[in-house]
């Protein structure tokens, strides 16, 4: 757990963002999905399990809404990984997507995997792809993603060097450009069903992003024409005004435009298919949420069962789903979602 100088620092820097947030927004996401005639948002399932196994990562981007990078020493224990296995031995969950940081570098990540790979159910890994040349120890990645079948998504912001540099940082894309290579060779983003490789879009700047489809049709053609790389899909995601991307908002004197640019394209049929409706999102510290976003802002989910250790199906399902207003980062357009666009 997290000591309480620690806890104390985190919620006033959580509080602090969401206060931000609710004096750049002209309307509040409450008021405006309330004129739309929707009071509160309720779950439809719980069907995904979101597990952060920590902040530590071998990037520092700077679009990152966690935070992550080399010195942040939140990892997940194992025995937060052990409760996180019972209930998905409970059969709730038919998907479990694992994330960071760098989820890779927790010391338990291969166990975990090994172990989530008894269940029928599909396993997800965001995976930065630089992780797999950082170090040997690393090297393994992409044979063990193969023989348990991980579905990896990754982030490229761009097909070119300098925008994705620009983004993740210095040698990142040409780093990530043979990570993909390494994917490719053991068979992934070809014709196997079961070795899936998607990327994911983020905008470099306060911008929402383009059209999934036209983008997606033309990563794929550059990334094979210039290095033939392969890969199944494009996720668009946009960029939430959370964290290192709200100091960056703040810093350029964006936030207020940023927010009416979400604000401006808020489309209601958006809501239905927000991904909070039918995931659980676990925090490091095992604390359970209605999406990754609400926990990089402390808010943890609406019932006395907040914790992996008192979880329960039912007392999830029956919960009020929690609401501030970055959720104008998911509604805007044709929404946004770890999956990408949700319209």
Not at 100 to 114: C, D, I
């Amino acid at each position: 757990m997290k000591s309480l100088k620690a806890q104390k620092h985190f919620l006033s820097q959580s509080n602090l963002q969401l206060m931000e947030l609710e004096k750049a927004s002209k309307v509040s996401f409450f008021e405006k999905i309330s004129s739309e005639g929707c009071l509160k948002i309720t779950p439809q399932s719980a069907s995904i399990l979101q597990i952060n196994l920590g902040k530590m990562c071998n990037q520092v981007c700077k679009h990152c809404h966690v935070d992550a990078g080399p010195d942040r020493k939140e990892i997940m224990q194992k025995e937060v990984m052990l409760k996180c296995l019972t209930v998905v031995s409970k059969g709730d969950f038919n998907i479990v997507d694992l994330t960071g940081g760098a989820p890779e570098m927790n010391p338990n990540f291969k166990w975990f995997v090994e172990m989530l790979s008894k269940f029928k159910l599909k396993i997800i890994v965001r995976c930065n792809l630089t992780i797999i040349l950082a170090n040997k120890k690393f090297h393994y990645l992409p044979a063990f993603f193969k023989k348990h079948k991980v579905e990896i998504v990754s982030s490229l912001p761009h097909f070119s060097a300098n925008r994705t540099n620009a983004q993740r940082g210095n040698n990142v894309f040409e780093k990530s450009i043979k990570a993909l290579k390494l994917l490719n060779d053991v068979g992934y983003g070809k014709d196997d069903e079961d070795l899936v490789l998607n990327l994911v879009y983020n905008p470099t700047g306060a911008i929402l992003p383009s059209n999934q489809e036209l983008m997606q049709k033309q990563y794929k053609k550059e990334l094979k024409k210039r290095f033939n790389i392969d890969f199944n899909s494009l996720f668009t995601i946009t960029n939430m005004p959370i964290s290192r991307f709200l100091d960056f908002l703040i810093k350029m004197d964006y936030l207020n435009e940023y927010m009416d640019r979400l604000i401006d394209s808020f489309n209601p049929l958006s809501i239905n298919g927000l991904m909070c409706k039918e995931m659980v999102s676990v925090s490091w510290d095992g604390y359970l949420y209605d999406c990754d976003f609400n926990q990089m802002l402390d808010i943890k989910i609406k019932s006395d069962a907040n914790h992996i250790n008192s979880y329960t199906n039912k007392k999830i399902l029956s919960r009020e789903i929690q609401m501030a207003n970055h959720c104008f980062g998911c509604t805007s357009g044709n929404g946004s979602s770890c999956g990408g666009e949700t319209l």
